[in-house]
């Protein structure tokens, strides 16, 4: 069974830096075609992709916040590790961790977390 | 950026019915690659439809998907109770883009 989980802060100030943590298990993301994504949900809008990686630790961003954003992995913990600078109340949202497996990475996200709740606010 | 719209923004239909759910790209999704997910409140997405047209693993026949190119469609038949939520598209051929979802409550 695919389980993800997001951790982190649910409060961080505007200006610092949001480090959150994906732990995932029942995959390994070190097999080929494997990625962990993180999206985003402010409270009643839509969801925004936010960045990738990849098995063969490849790491893709989203356009609009690729200078804040840093993807790692830890593949020994099976953790997914996201950071993003220069928080600002804007970046209120929930944030999700989800899983493509792809032999191309050209995949729906199948398998999500419950969400993390992460409130930028002075 | 593949923009993606989704009509109508809120539905309401009775049980048994069937409701019918767009979502238009600004161009061309690559290969079909459109996918639909539902999200009930409080509930992270869950995948529905992918490829345009292939149901995810253990989702009902009454949910169906089809379209191509710019036009893409997500018919839910015979509705129940349980399928209030919002829907969203979207495209995973070039990037990473989703509607801004249609929310569906049944009466």
């Known amino acids: 069974q695919v389980t993800l989980r997001e951790s982190g802060p649910a409060l961080v100030k505007p200006t610092q830096t949001l480090t959150l943590t994906c732990t995932f298990s029942g995959f390994s993301l070190s097999t080929s075609g494997m990625c962990v994504n993180w999206i985003r949900q402010p409270p009643g809008k839509a969801l925004e992709w936010l960045a990738r990686i990849d098995w063969d630790d490849d790491k893709y961003y989203s356009t609009s916040l690729q200078t804040r954003l840093t993807i790692s992995k830890d593949t020994s913990k099976d953790q997914v590790v996201l950071t993003m600078t220069n928080m600002d109340p804007v970046d209120t949202a929930t944030y999700y961790c989800?899983?493509?497996?792809?032999?191309?990475?050209?995949?729906?996200?199948?398998?999500w977390g419950q969400g993390t709740l992460v409130t930028v606010s002075s | 950026e593949i923009v993606l719209t989704q009509s109508p923004g809120t539905l309401s239909l009775s049980p048994g019915e069937r409701a019918t759910l767009s979502c238009r790209a600004s161009q061309s999704v690559t290969s079909s690659y459109l996918a639909w997910y539902q999200q009930k409140p409080g509930q992270a997405p869950r995948l529905l439809i992918y490829g345009a047209s292939s149901r995810a693993t253990g989702i009902p026949d009454r949910f169906s998907g089809s379209g191509s190119g710019t036009d893409f469609t997500l018919t839910i038949s015979r509705l129940e109770p349980e399928d209030s939520a919002v829907y969203y598209c979207q495209q995973y051929g070039s990037s990473y883009t989703f509607g801004q979802g249609t929310k569906l409550e049944i009466k």
């Open positions: 989800a899983r493509i497996q792809s032999s191309g990475a050209v995949a729906p996200f199948d398998s």
